[in-house]
T-cell receptor, first 108, second 114 residues
């Protein structure tokens, strides 16, 4: 039931864009996105509750395709502070599963 | 505002020893509470969640147990630790059902088993 993320890892130069995908074999009722910096706890970025919903957080936004059971996280004009591991998460009721994770490294 | 406290920050324990990790939440009532484990370089695995006092759901069979003796207190325990119990343990809370509410994490406990 764990969502699968792609790519597993990506390296960007400052100012470049990236897309992280999250796919589930089960129906998605919501999609969360979190960022975890090395050695720290995950931090909530955003949650999408409806199919077709799109949300933005500074230069980070996400979309949710309920029919395709997918979500994508878009990072534009990346900054050094965007480095970390990004996790999507989904669940039903009180059960919750984090995705496999995507390591994103932004270099000068 | 709501805060979540988790302790200790780091712990080194011998194989076969007991374990008790504690998590408390302030500034909210009747939160959903979660325990996750993260192995080095890996994702987050949900271990337990609780929707109320004394209500514990286990996601993964193992030698760990959880208890919620008070509304905002969540405890992770083990009677005898295994080498495979090493990892980064994270407590989280959400204001309602996990799938439609954001989860907020404590700073975590880094557990090493020798």
């Amino acid at each position: 039931q764990q969502p699968v993320q792609s790519p597993q890892a990506v390296i960007l130069r400052e100012g470049e864009d990236a897309v992280i995908n999250c796919s589930s074999s089960k129906a998605l009722y919501s999609v969360h996105w979190y960022r975890q910096k090395h050695g720290e706890a995950p931090v909530f970025l955003m949650i999408l509750l409806k199919g077709g919903e799109q949300k933005g957080h500074e230069k980070i936004s996400a979309s949710f395709n309920e029919k395709k059971q997918q979500s994508s996280l878009y990072l534009t004009a990346s900054q050094l502070s965007y480095s970390g591991t990004y996790f999507c998460g989904t669940g039903r009721g009180n059960q919750f599963y984090f995705g496999t994770g995507t390591s994103l490294t932004v270099i000068p | 505002s709501q805060t979540i406290h988790q302790w200790p920050a780091t712990l080194v324990q011998p194989v076969g020893s007991p374990l008790s990790l504690e998590c408390t939440v302030e500034g909210t009532s009747n939160p959903n509470l979660y325990w996750y484990r993260q192995a080095a370089g890996r994702g987050l695995q949900l271990l337990f969640y609780s929707v109320g006092i004394g209500q514990i759901s286990s996601e993964v069979p193992q030698n760990l147990s959880a208890s919620r003796p008070q509304d905002r207190q969540f405890i992770l325990s083990s009677k005898k630790l295994l080498l495979s119990d090493s990892g980064f343990y994270l407590c989280a809370w959400s204001p309602g059902q996990g799938y439609n509410q954001p989860q907020h994490f404590g700073d975590g406990t880094r557990l090493s088993i020798l």
